[in-house]
């Protein structure tokens, strides 16, 4: 009887395989690569390598909803940028206030309130928010393969790690149950907390001051301090994770690489070295030459989204 | 047949028996009080927790050797406060250097090189020091009834972590040989590190400036941020571990929190309010107040630490 497919979303091919055989290969006792279960970790980007990220982040998105849920409490927004064209639906308007203004959204919308309440906020948000395009719920433009994928590593004894520069605490309230992995094996940008105690009650309240920002070379440094050993698997689809890729294939032994390339216009989005979204340009050289494993979307993945729920 | 004794080390008495109900009302099917696996999270504290801490942090000794073994390199520390009573072994001229003095020593010994040199260091010094009263090395003033403890947790379906003000990446070069606590699951103060390319091959070098002081309000920051779940079960011994122990019971349904109380001059430290290490003072009154559990090393436990090593 043959065994069934771990990853039936995954066309026949050449991807398929690396990853088949690296998984093997690791895992066979008195193979010369095997790995003790404990070194079994693999890290995983998010945005643009689970689930998608255009037109932009989804991240962003939440902010945008989060300004116009909190804006009768900030009078002031309705005169000053970046709120005033977020609350307008003004696009080219945000753009225009470039990187300082998105700092400011995401501090206005990540900063100020309980560690509790912005989970709460968090979890309204992804289960009812739904995407401009493909009018699904955000939880559902996850990649099948991918959920397959976890799924494989993990019973295959594999340690599964989100490594992403999105808001640790903003993928938390939702990674366990889309992904299944619980809170502590997901690594994010992150901001200070403080202790306080109110009415006798203790919170921690987000502070508007950056702690981490996992992105680039604060990858292997949010690696590092999480989990404290080197990935044997690293899978990621942008510049942002070069220097995690070039960190996990540094160990000894048997390492695996991975990149999402986004080649399918027509199921999901097609995009690579000209993107200010998940731009993949110096990392896609560095696969070549170092023989990563480029996923091309369209011609590697049978389906790129889950059934959608009723 | 008795079932074997999980806590052998452990006086039967109203500690133990504390313990042991906590444990079991959690874990039995069917109890109002049951926690499925994934929440049973049991934080500890290390110095004077898990291992001794008098008659200063083991740590601080690691300091000491470390300048020592440096000084070679550094000729100027000769001259230079609080190296030159370092090196000259003047416990009198290194206290009179203060906070700010330790401050220097600690940086001077725990940044500028690379996290697997540091680790190769600490590995080292562990492995030879000894501590000046017991003669023991350090790993083995750890403390019996803890181990056990930190064992009949885990058989319970707890996962079980360190939450300590010690140096991180100190404490995870040994953690994991001594307590059977993998490096993921050990959070403590830790500094800033850089990622770079050295000769083609990426390391991270560890910067002289503070990421986290993990401790007092400081613990229930580095527990959010590193397990993003509130503990059910938390131990310490000293003021430092107030918050963290505050942060455990503040959570819905059963919660466990207790103090070990170095009451035993003779088979190791007496000490509390006054020590200006591991001071256990307002949380001594909080613990009356609030019915923590507050372990009497004297009468509760039968030994202290392991028996030696040939």
Redo the contacts between chains.
Sequence with gaps: MAAQDPLPSWNDGATKQKIESFVEKVTKQGSPDFVEP?RRIAVFDNDGTLWAEQPVYFEFFFALDQVKAQAPQHPEWKTTEPFKSALAGDMKGMAATGEKGAVELITATHSGMT?NEFARRVNQWVSTARHPKTHRVYTEMVYQPMLELLHYLRDNGFKTYIVSGGG?DFM?AWAEAVYGI???Q?IGS?G????ELRDG??V?VKLPKV?LVDDH??K??GI??????KPIFAFGNSDGDQ?ML??TT?GDGARFAGLVHHTDAAREFAYDRQSSVGRLDKALDEAAAKDWTVVDMKQDWKVIYPPEKP
Tied chains: 1, 2.
Excluded: N
């Excluded at 200070?192 to 202790?195: D, F, H, R, V």
């Excluded at 590092?224 to 050993?229: M, N, S, V």
């Design positions: 404990a560690t640790q938390r619980p809170p502590d997901v992150e200070e907390l403080k202790y009650k203790p921690l702690a070379a604060g292997p440094v590092e301090r999480f989990i404290g050993r220097q070039e960190w540094s």
